[in-house]
């Protein structure tokens, strides 16, 4: 049977996925005898052509030349898995898809004319099918090894699809909404990090995205009870995942 490949891709991203992949060097070692890295650039300039058994892509969609590569790049993957918050809502330069694309590049720029890019950031999902989305700003670890076995396993990965809340409980944390008044959105952000900002007596501010079916609206009183005002509320909500479109489902 021949070594199963694995690829890593990067679009628009600031490579903090990446870093997560390269976190897993003990991991990938050991898996090293069972799979082939063919193309990933953070780690090594030798790169082999496709097609690849895994693909995991970081980053969105927001040039014309992105939006060609990543349908080449599905044509070339078996299984696909978008990771992180830029590959699967948009990212931070989502907040683009909000304002003047044109307005942006004539401020930061002094040649904005050489600049070639779409009016909008999009999730890796809205141009080609994805197999698998894993969540995060950036990805969880433990949650990326995972699912790389899974898949090179030939099973589904087996991931929570709950709020960051059953994590914070789980792990018999304070909840510091309710002890210290903090504004927290882990009832309705996706679960995955293991309660990371609670842990550390912080609010959670929604880098796993929205959880299924989240309940903003019971939320929203809350958040503004520990002492958010309205324009707070808006902003906390339009950080790393603010086109996913579920924060409002
Ligand atoms: S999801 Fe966050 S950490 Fe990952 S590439 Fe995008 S900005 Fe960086
Ligand atoms: S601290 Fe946040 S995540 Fe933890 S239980 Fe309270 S509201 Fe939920
Ligand atoms: S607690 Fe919230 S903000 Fe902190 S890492 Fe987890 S999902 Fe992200």
């Not at 994805?130 to 949650?143: A, N, S, T």
């Amino acid at each position: 049977m021949n070594t199963p490949t694995l690829a890593v891709f990067k679009l628009a991203s600031c490579d903090g996925c990446q870093l997560t992949v390269l976190d897993c060097e003990d991991e990938l070692l050991t898996l090293a005898g069972r799979v082939r890295i063919t193309h990933f650039l953070e780690a090594s300039s030798a790169v082999r052509p496709g097609p690849y058994d895994v693909t995991l892509v970081e980053g969105s969609i927001t040039t014309p030349a992105d939006a060609e590569r990543i349908r080449q790049i599905r044509a070339e993957s078996r299984v696909l898995v978008a990771i992180g918050a830029c590959a699967t809502a948009g990212g931070i330069q989502a907040l683009r898809n909000f304002g003047d694309v044109a307005e942006f590049a004539s401020v930061v720029y002094a040649r904005p004319d050489y600049i070639e890019t779409l009016a909008t950031s999009t999730a890796i999902a809205d141009h080609v099918p994805v197999d698998f989305e894993l969540r995060g700003c950036p990805i969880d670890r433990r949650q990326l090894l995972e699912v790389l076995t899974a898949f090179l396993a030939g099973r589904k990965p087996d991931l929570p699809d709950t709020s960051v809340c059953t994590e914070c409980k789980r792990r018999g944390l304070t909840c510091v909404m309710v002890a210290d008044g903090t504004p927290c959105l882990g009832p309705v952000t996706h679960a995955g990090c293991g309660a990371l900002c609670p842990a550390y007596k912080r609010g959670c501010f929604g880098c796993f995205g929205p959880m299924t079916k989240p309940n903003v609206a019971a939320l929203i009183p809350r958040l503004q009870e520990c002492g958010m005002s309205e324009g707070d509320v808006e902003r906390v909500f339009l950080t790393f995942n603010a086109a996913s479109g579920g924060w409002s489902s």
